[in-house]
């Protein structure tokens, strides 16, 4: 072997150590050896691509897990916890987070000469001379609340869990080195027959987490509520945003010529018009009719339209009247994007009909557009009902938004701030998931950033 | 042509790009030496690593691009040990580099006479705005513009394509470079732009006594303007050789299909083409063998083991093939 | 460029025209009069409607108000002050000063903030400064306007006292920084992810490369090569953000009790004042579509390929 070595490559092998070749080495290779050399892709669906995409960016996960804790606080929470969103508790107005409700459940009421009570061998509580107000009994570790609507003179409350009637006043006269007489009366005699006095009882089961308002309602079951009408709201709303916006930007796109260009002139005059003037208008204009129409409609759909509200309805028309341009827009590019394409061209003269081009080759091409669009209107949807909310026109009590709870906060803003943060963070906590996820769904769906 | 010199020595140079799915060794152990005065022609399919080589030289390469290895001797300068001013003061000034497509190139937003003078002021060469304007002016009529003292004052849309191109060279040109870095100049552009720009870039290349590297996947373009051809492959020089010699006497198999795959005119017998066929491998996974040889119709069982080393098949001409020993080995076996 | 501008006022005017009588259909849409209330007499309900032309037919009603507002005449107010001008109410009030000046404040802080905010971010691409202004502009554009309003009113003027807590005249510097910031703060921080995002786009882009490659310094690699190009999709979103902080200041204006044009408005449809109504929705309207043919002149200075011609693109 004579041939002379370039000194030039890094795979520049020493002549000597070249293995020695045989002629074996230089037979031909199989078809079979030399597709065994290169390793094959996988090829991966665009849907479990793009699931994977949206997996690895970390950013976008962590959202999703948040919003979907949002989600179970706002549908599943309201069930765990004790409290409606509308139920008042008259004894609890005004308390600040994790405080406990009083007096909510009427255990014994004392009216006039109460002898029907009796107490077990127990020791009675250290309370002597009950005046008008809120007292705590501990024992055995729970603590039990009650409420005195009257004073009680000389007299001491006993707890006995064990009898039919666990809380009993006994006279403190009557109580001796601790103990008392099993069966002695109590007497009343101070207590008029005519003035009752009640006492009311109640385990601590659960904190009002985020306090209550000055109606005596928990903000945590009204916050859950409002929570649950805003992620409703966004959702339905951006749906209408993308059932008109599509069907508009399709025909439009597909038409083509003077009826793209008349629905298209449309499009920016809407666009152009500042629409929050517009939407404060509407909000009161429809208040009347729709309210109107609910008590009036016997169908099925204005009833359940009813229950929401007319607050909620308008805003569901306002997006269907004036929000719908942007997806319009876009579903239109798309669709004169897609219509140069090939197997487009390939459908029309196979002699398949718009209805069934729109349906089988449009639509799923730029379902990955509509998926991001619709996602990102969410939010912008939420943002709209809380300002209208917060401006007082929106939802309306009892029912709630997180828009209504903030604007309720307002007034006492200075005393109880917290009334306006917790609505507030949740509302910013939903937003900004449903951006990230948004901005995740973009990135994994967009096929120009596929590698 | 004084060749004895060298301007530009590469050494075992490897690039790689860090990708989320793995290292890409997407230029993995080139060298080759340039003399003043010389045309290179880097020939190879995209991918093949031609750009990303070139862009190492004149320090263009952007995360997750990194130079793993090697060196870039730059009249006996190792610009891989360059810090960022020195790379900037390198870049424009000493090597130029003009791009694929004339029609992004050029920033949109500022005039043809503004992006020219700035690469004369942003090197401190002394030169006033005016003196710069004027040398601009120059560079243009250079380059062949028309009507440059109002050209310069136009926007890169108001100009044309191939006159895109043009201010580009004058751009490249204008500090008087000693190399140029022509990454596909004319395969953006129409067929007989491209003659033109081609027919430009020789002319200049005399007359401003510039060494030039050009990085084509047009072997028409090469046999033009080149003095030598290096031929790449999946990351390698596999050929490489004085331009006559690669035309009319390639030795790989790949610079064989290469060939059989152009047009040309001086083969009259020749009734079609030939496309060399396959895809080219997947740089992430690299065969263990040739790279070549999952596409090669000669492929032999060495050919799945081992890589090629080079051999010297001609004056100044190597050649990384098993198949030259397949020759050797035969004669060897006749005697 | 004039013809394009005199086609961009006609397309103006028209939408106007429009607007007028979408607001004229939605104010009449309500059944009943605005001037029926508890106590009124059905007589007394006629004579205010005869003496306000409400009880002509409606077209008639709508001719007169376009044909007054070409005359420049806003018509008169029928509740909320009864009987003044409209025109004296909204711009020798104050009210349209106010709010002009809040809104323009609001987006010079927006600008001024957001466009460099962006380019430091894009700059320091993946180190922790564009991490920080990542997060931060992040959850900033998910604050609702309102929430952080009210809580800087809390902490700044209720609790720590350091700022007044009724702006309601804005005669001071400092009344002045609570309610402009609010209501900028969306838009800062929008304007920031714009930029960053549009400049990392430019940076991408292959004229970038060339100007690397003839040796720009990096500076002015992102001041000058950058920027501009990654201005353009900055300025295409300032309309938008003038309509966004027409809209922001309805709220601002009513959390810090500020009389201003943006109050006025809630105020004159809840209480359905008619030519209040049309006034301030034709002056906002205007003030709107005026800012998006200025941002498409923007345009023209900043990026030279866009020609304004009078075609149809």
């Known amino acids: 072997m004579d041939a002379k070595f370039a000194k030039i490559s890094p795979f520049q092998v020493d002549p000597d150590k070249i293995p020695p070749l045989t002629d074996e080495d230089f037979a031909p290779a199989a078809e079979n050896e030399k597709e065994a050399m290169v390793e094959k892709h996988k090829s991966v669906s665009y849907w479990r691509d793009a699931w994977r995409r949206f997996r690895a960016n970390t950013v976008s996960m962590v959202a999703l897990g948040i919003f979907i804790l949002c989600l179970l606080f706002a549908f599943v929470g309201p069930l765990l916890i004790p409290y409606g969103y509308g139920d008042q508790y008259r004894a609890s107005q005004k308390l600040a987070p994790m405080e406990f409700s009083k007096g909510e459940e009427k255990i014994a009421s004392i009216t006039g000469n109460c002898d029907a009570f009796f107490a077990t061998a127990l020791r009675p509580g250290s309370i002597t001379a009950l005046s008008k107000g809120d007292y705590y009994i501990n024992y055995k570790g729970t603590t039990y609340a009650f409420t005195l609507t009257k004073a009680l003179e000389k007299s001491v409350i006993v707890l006995d869990l064990d009898a039919e009637d666990p809380l009993v006043i006994v006279k403190e006269s009557d109580i001796k080195d601790g103990t008392w007489k099993k069966s002695t009366p109590i007497e009343f005699t101070d207590t008029p027959a005519e003035e009752a006095a009640e006492i009311k009882l109640v385990t601590r089961v659960f904190p009002h987490v985020f306090g209550t308002d000055s109606a005596g309602r928990d903000l945590m079951a009204r916050t859950m509520y409002g929570t649950r009408v805003s992620i409703i709201i966004g959702i339905v709303a951006a749906l209408i945003v993308l059932i008109i916006g599509s069907i508009y930007g399709a025909v439009s796109g597909l038409a083509g010529g003077a009826v793209d260009f008349v629905m298209m002139r449309i499009v920016e005059l809407i666009y152009s018009i500042p629409e929050v003037l517009i939407v404060l208008l509407l909000q009161v204009v429809l208040k009347d009719p729709l309210q109107a129409w609910f008590d009036s409609g016997t169908s099925a759909f204005a009833k359940a339209m009813g229950d929401l509200g007319s607050g909620i309805v308008s805003i569901f028309i306002t997006f269907a009247l004036l929000f719908w341009v942007t997806m319009a827009r876009i579903v239109r590019g798309q669709v004169l994007m897609l219509k140069q394409q090939e197997y487009v061209t390939a459908a029309t003269a196979l002699g398949a009909n718009n209805g069934r081009i729109i349906r089988r080759h449009l639509l799923p091409n730029c379902v990955g557009q509509l998926v991001i669009t619709t996602c990102l209107q969410i939010p912008s949807a939420i943002f709209l009902e809380s300002f209208l909310s917060f401006l007082g026109l929106g939802v309306s009590a009892p029912m709630a938004s997180l828009g209504s709870l903030c604007s309720d906060a307002i007034e006492t803003l200075s005393i109880y701030p917290y009334r306006l943060i917790f609505p507030g963070i949740i509302l910013t906590i939903v937003v900004l998931t449903l951006n990230l996820v948004g901005d995740g769904l973009r990135d994994a769906l967009d096929p120009r950033l596929k590698r | 042509m004084d060749e004895k010199k060298t301007l530009l020595e590469i ?249 059989a795959s152009t047009p040309r005119l001086d083969e009259e017998g020749r009734e079609r083409l030939i496309p060399i066929e396959g895809t080219p491998i997947d740089l992430l996974n690299p065969p263990k063998g040739c790279n070549f040889g999952p596409r090669c119709k000669d492929c032999m069982k060495i050919c799945l083991r081992e890589k090629p080393p080079f051999v010297e098949v001609g004056e100044g001409h190597i050649s990384a093939c098993w198949l030259h020993f397949k020759d050797q080995a035969g004669k060897e076996e006749k005697k | 460029m004039a013809g394009y501008i005199i086609k961009r006022i006609a397309v103006a005017i028209l939408t106007l025209l429009v607007i007028m009588c979408i607001t004229f259909l939605l104010m009449n849409a309500v059944p009943g009069s605005p001037f029926l209330t508890e106590k009124s007499t059905p007589e007394q309900i006629a004579r205010a409607n005869a003496k306000y032309g409400l009880d002509k037919p409606l077209y008639v009603q709508l001719f007169n108000y376009i044909k007054n507002y070409l005359k420049g005449d806003l018509g008169t107010s029928l509740k909320m002050q009864e009987g003044t001008a409209v025109s004296k109410i909204i711009f020798h009030q104050g009210k349209f000063r106010l709010s002009i000046k809040l809104g323009v404040y609001a987006l010079l802080l927006a600008i001024i903030i957001g466009i460099p905010l962006g380019c430091i971010a894009a700059y320091n691409r993946g180190k922790w400064i564009d991490g920080f202004l990542r997060v931060l502009t992040t959850v900033g554009v998910a604050i609702p306007t309102f929430v952080l309003a009210t809580l800087l009113l809390v902490s700044f003027a209720v609790k720590l006292k350091w700022l007044p807590t009724l702006s309601s005249s804005l005669t001071s510097f400092k009344s002045y920084i609570m309610p402009v910031v609010a209501l900028s703060f969306y838009y800062t921080c929008y304007i920031a992810k714009l930029t960053r995002t549009s400049m990392l786009d430019a940076i991408n882009q292959d004229y970038i490369r060339t100007a690397r490659a003839k040796g720009v310094k990096t500076r002015s690699l992102i001041l000058k090569h950058a920027l501009r190009n990654s201005l353009i999709p900055v300025i295409t979103y300032l309309g938008p953000v003038l309509a966004g902080i027409i809209t922001g200041s309805f709220v601002i204006e009513s959390t810090f009790s500020i009389p201003g044009l943006g109050r006025y408005y809630i105020q004159s449809v809840l209480t359905r004042d008619y030519p209040v109504i049309m006034a301030t929705t034709v002056v906002l309207s205007a003030l709107v579509i005026f800012m998006n043919l200025v941002v498409d002149i923007a345009y023209k200075i900043v990026d030279p390929r866009i020609t304004l011609t009078g075609k149809e693109d």
């Open chain 2, 11 to 259: 050494k075992d140079l490897k690039v790689s790009f860090f990708t989320p799915a793995g290292e890409v060794k997407a230029v993995n152990g080139i060298s080759y030496s340039l003399g003043y005065n010389e045309v290179m022609g880097i020939v190879g399919e995209s991918g093949s690593g031609k750009s990303v080589e070139a862009y190492s030289i004149i320090g263009l390469l952007q995360p997750p691009g990194k130079v793993v290895g090697g060196s870039i001797e730059f009249e006996g300068e190792n610009v891989l040990e360059y810090d960022d001013e020195q790379m900037r003061q390198f870049r424009g000034n000493k090597v130029s580099m003009i791009f694929q497509n004339p029609m992004t190139c050029l920033n949109p937003v500022y005039t043809i006479g503004n992006q020219l003078t700035e690469a004369l002021l942003c090197h401190d060469k002394g030169y006033t705005k005016e003196q710069a304007r004027a040398r601009a002016i120059e560079m243009l009529e250079l380059v062949g513009i028309n009507n440059a003292e109002k050209r310069i004052d136009q926007y890169p849309h108001e100009f044309s394509g191939g006159m895109r191109q043009r201010a580009m060279i004058a751009m490249a040109l204008i500090c008087e470079p000693k190399l140029l870095i022509a990454d596909e100049p004319t395969t953006a552009l129409d067929v007989t732009i491209q003659a033109q720009i081609l027919e430009l870039m020789k002319d200049l290349q005399k007359k401003e006594n510039t060494s030039i590297i050009f990085i084509t996947h047009n072997l028409g373009v090469v046999a033009e303007i080149c003095d030598r051809v290096s031929v790449m492959y999946a990351g390698h020089i596999i050929e490489q050789g004085p331009v006559n010699d690669i035309f009319y006497d390639p030795q790989h198999p790949y610079t064989k299909g290469l060939l």
